[in-house]
């Protein structure tokens, strides 16, 4: 049995454009390793075998993200004031008196530099079910980090 792919609508319209985008890829590569393939003997042929590299990649792409979109199951923020996956959660680290906002999201979507994490992950873990006003504490490798639910929508 496949596991779904939990996505946020956001999520589920990002991938779709990913997939549609590499599909849209498909004829220039073959085109680009036709090339290739003109200049001459395949053994030593670098830019044949960096094409069929670069396409191999493409392909996998492809398929990962079409057996994500096959098992993908939108989920929605409850909007229950508790923290949820698709929650917009504003925190601030108890320690460094820092705020951020952190988007719960599923695995497939997770992007810390976007300030998005997965469920899954020990903050977002940590985070769920929790609402404003609640302290919780996350173990990290550099140590523990300490906070609080100042909001979610």
Not at 85 to 107: M, N, P, Y
């Amino acid at each position: 049995m496949q596991n779904d792919t939990l996505l946020t609508p956001e999520g589920l319209k990002a991938l779709q454009a990913e997939v549609d985008e590499l599909i849209a890829k498909r004829p220039a590569m073959a085109a680009k390793i036709k090339s290739a393939r003109e200049l001459g003997d395949l053994k030593e042929n670098a830019e044949y075998h960096a094409a069929k590299d670069e396409q191999a990649f493409l392909e996998t792409r492809i398929q990962v993200i079409e057996r994500q979109l096959r098992t993908a199951k939108v989920v929605e923020s409850t909007g229950s004031g508790r923290v949820t996956l698709g929650s917009h959660v504003l925190v601030r680290d108890v320690v460094a008196s820092e705020e951020e906002t952190w988007i719960i999201t599923g695995v497939a979507e997770a992007d810390p530099l976007e300030n998005k994490v997965s469920y899954e992950s020990p903050i977002g873990s940590a985070l769920m079910d929790t609402g404003p006003g609640d302290q919780v504490e996350v173990q990290l490798p550099r140590g523990v980090m300490k906070l609080q639910v100042i909001s979610v929508s």
